[in-house]
């Protein structure tokens, strides 16, 4: 089970941080995964990180201004929202895929999975 924190609204240039609370499993054993997803609009991808090799990845409109990270005592994973922008406006979602126990998280390493369990959603809203 994932369970989401965080979320709200915030200026443009503001910054938040999301939790994604892991129970049943270690997260540092997975590739865990944030989405984003706006009414109407195709899922993103956003970030990715695996515990296990230490790798993270982020996609290019994010690099530079979010920052994945978990830890490990508390079974979470984190992501920290800087420079928040308008077009970040979205529900963001964590999600693990069983299938990524031991695996490293590449480029885009998001893809390319079936996820087994998601997050309830957490809406962020950045004003102009």
């Known amino acids: 089970q994932l369970v989401e924190s965080g979320g709200g609204l915030v200026q443009a240039g503001g910054s938040l941080r999301l939790s994604c609370a892991a129970s049943?499993?270690?997260?540092?054993?997975?590739?865990i995964a944030w989405f984003r997803q706006a009414p109407g609009k195709e899922r993103e991808g956003v970030s990715c990180?695996?515990?296990?090799?230490?790798?993270?990845n982020y996609a290019d409109s994010v690099k530079g201004r979010f920052s994945i990270s978990s830890d490990d005592a508390k079974n979470t994973v984190y992501l920290q929202m800087k420079n928040l922008k308008p077009e970040d406006t979205d529900v963001y979602y964590c999600?693990?895929?069983?299938?990524?126990?031991?695996?490293?998280?590449?480029?885009?390493?998001?893809?390319?999975?079936?996820?087994?369990?998601w997050g309830q959603g957490n809406k962020v809203t950045v004003s102009s």
């Open positions: 999600a693990v895929p069983y299938s990524s126990y031991g695996q490293i998280c590449g480029a885009k390493g998001w893809d390319g999975y079936n996820y087994d369990y």
């Open positions: 990180i695996s515990g296990s090799f230490n790798t993270k």
């Open positions: 049943g499993f270690t997260v540092y054993d997975y590739v």
